[in-house]
C-alpha cells in the first residue's frame, strides 16, 4: 500500500516539532539483511484519517500521543504509537493504548520516523546555486560553460574538450588547477555569538529551516544558528543535546591543512604544511574530509591520516568518522573497519564533481558503517530527502539494490547518529 510520511523532528529520546514530506511505500514483509530482522509488527486497529488528526485540546503540560506507522531500529508498528511527556521525552513506543482523555495526534495513513541526521554539511555555502558544474558565479554566469555539453553521455565520452570536464581531487576545482574550470562558491559570514540576529544572517536561517522542512533534526555544518537545528561541531549550539563529558565534534575540513594548492604528495609523502595530532582525539568525534578525489593525490591524503608514511599521524580510531573516502581501497576500508568507524557518503555531490563516488558496497561488504549526507548545495543536495533520492538512483542503477530501504534509512538515523557520536 501507499503511505505518506512524516517525521518526529528530534533525536534520541527528544521530540521538538512535527514535519511534512514525500510519499513512501510500505514493505509488509519482514526484511533480513546483514543478521538483522526488521520485524512488521501489527498493533490494534486504529481509526483511519487521510490525514493527521488531533483528539482533544492540546496542553503542552500533558502528555501527547501519536499512532501512525513507527519506524524503530528493530520493527515497523503498523497502528504503533508513541508516548511524548510534558517534557518532550519520549516514555513509550509500539503497540500502546492512550487514556480516554488524552491528546491524540492520529496519523494512521503516515510512517513515523526519528528526525534525520546529516553528518555534513557546509552551511555557509548552501545559498549558492546547485548543479556542481553548472554553479554560478556572484553575477549569475555559469562557472563552467561546459556543462550541459559534457553532460551528454555520447559526447561526455567522444569530444576532447570533455575529457578535462570532471575533477581528480578537490583542490583542482576549488583552485582552477590543471587547466579546469573554477568551480566559485563564495560564503558567508555565519553567526557565533548569541547576540547575532537571524536578519543579519537570514541565509544561514534559511539553510537550516530548509533541513528542518525535510525532517533534519541535527547537522554537522560548520557552523550554525541559534534555536533551530542542533549543531554538534559547534558547543554553542547543540541546542540542549547531551554528549559524553559535553563533548563536541571536530570538524575538520582540511586536516593536513592544504587549503592552499599542494603539489607532489602522493606515493607516502605527508610532508603537508599542518597534519593534525592524535590530540583531535580528545573530542567527542573526529570529523575529517579524508580522501576526496578519485587520484593518487587524493588517496595520499588516506594514507597520512592513517599511519603510513613519512610525517603521517594515526588518527583511525573508533571517534574517528572520516567523510567522502572515495580513493580508499579495500584495505583502507578493512583498516577503518578495524578501528570502529564510521564513513561518511555523500554520492550526488562525488559524482557530480569526480565521476565518481566511493566504493559503498565494497564498505558496506567489510562491515563499515555508512552514514548518508548532503555536503552543500554547489555540488550536493539541498536536503536529506534529496540525498535519500539519489543513493536509492544509484542503489537500484549499479548496485544491483545491494541495499534495502532499511539500509538507506539507517543511514540517516541510526548510523548517522553514531557517525557523530551520539547515539
Known sequence: MKIKYINIVGLSLTVFLIGCAQKHSLETQNTQLNGDKLKIVDCPAIKVTDKCEITNTYDKNKPLWIFGNVLTQSAIYTNGGIEIDSDGIIQQVGCIEAPKDAVVLNCSSYVISPGLINPHDHLKYNHNFPGGQNNRDATGNISNPYYLLCNDPIKANTLEVCQNYRYDRRNEWRKGLEGKPQILAPDDAFPNTPEATANEYKKIVWNELRHIMAGTTTVAGSGGYYGLVRNPDVSTMMEGLVTKNQKKVDYETFP????????????????????????????????????????????????????????????????????????????????????????????????????????????????????????????????????????????????????????????????????????
Open 256 to 423: 593536513l591543512g592544504d587549503s592552499s594548492n599542494v603539489t607532489g604528495l602522493n606515493y607516502g609523502n605527508c610532508n603537508y604544511p599542518k597534519v593534525v595530532t592524535t590530540d583531535v582525539l580528545d573530542n567527542l568525534i573526529f570529523l575529517p574530509h579524508v580522501a576526496e578525489g578519485i587520484n593518487d593525490y587524493a588517496h595520499n591524503e588516506l594514507e597520512c591520516l592513517s599511519g603510513n608514511g613519512n610525517g603521517s599521524v594515526n588518527v583511525e580510531a573508533s571517534n574517528s568518522t572520516f567523510i567522502h573516502t572515495i580513493a580508499a581501497n579495500p584495505m583502507d576500508a578493512q583498516n577503518i573497519k578495524n578501528a570502529d568507524m564510521t564513513f561518511v557518503w555523500s554520492p550526488r555531490s562525488n559524482i557530480s564533481l569526480y565521476g565518481n563516488t566511493a566504493q559503498t558496497v565494497m564498505y558496506d561488504n567489510i562491515g563499515v558503517r555508512i552514514a548518508l549526507s548532503t555536503d552543500w548545495t554547489p555540488s550536493g543536495s539541498i536536503n536529506m530527502f534529496r540525498e535519500l533520492s539519489c543513493a536509492n538512483e544509484i542503489n537500484s542503477n549499479y548496485f544491483n539494490n545491494h541495499f534495502t530501504k532499511y539500509d538507506l534509512w539507517k543511514m540517516v538515523t541510526i548510523n548517522a547518529a553514531r557517525a557523530l557520536g551520539i547515539d
